[in-house]
Nanobody, 122 residues
């Protein structure tokens, strides 16, 4: 069973920082892509950042220079360091992993966390 456990959300003032983390099940041997999405009220879910197994990362334009995604493969964990937060960063943040190996078998699907609320006050 693949499970993702997110933590680190909360309420912060504009200009502040938060660090989100997402730990995937220990039964996973490797993960191709780890990513963070977000969904604000009344808006579609959007990709915030992702990072490949090789370390290549990409970001949505609105967070470039403020957010940093990283991963620790030994812990099956992905992080999102968010600095200079703005009220329009307010959303539920979801982590997702794509393409995993479990017991030497590759599974190409997506797995999602339950989401963590980030609220930035002005």
């Amino acid at each position: 069973q693949v499970q993702l456990v997110e933590s680190g959300g909360g309420l912060v003032q504009a200009g502040g920082s938060l660090n989100l983390s997402c730990a995937a099940s220990e039964i996973i041997m490797s993960i191709n892509v780890m990513a963070w999405y977000r969904q604000a009220p009344g808006k579609q879910r959007e990709l915030v950042a992702d990072v490949s197994r090789g370390g290549a990362s990409r970001y949505v334009d609105s967070v470039k220079g403020r957010f940093t995604i990283s991963r620790d493969d030994a812990k099956n964990t992905v992080y999102l360091q968010m600095n200079s937060l703005r009220p329009d960063d307010t959303a539920v943040y979801y982590c997702t992993i794509k393409g995993v190996v479990i017991d030497h078998v590759f599974y190409g699907g997506d797995y999602w966390g339950q989401g963590t609320q980030v609220t930035v006050s002005s």
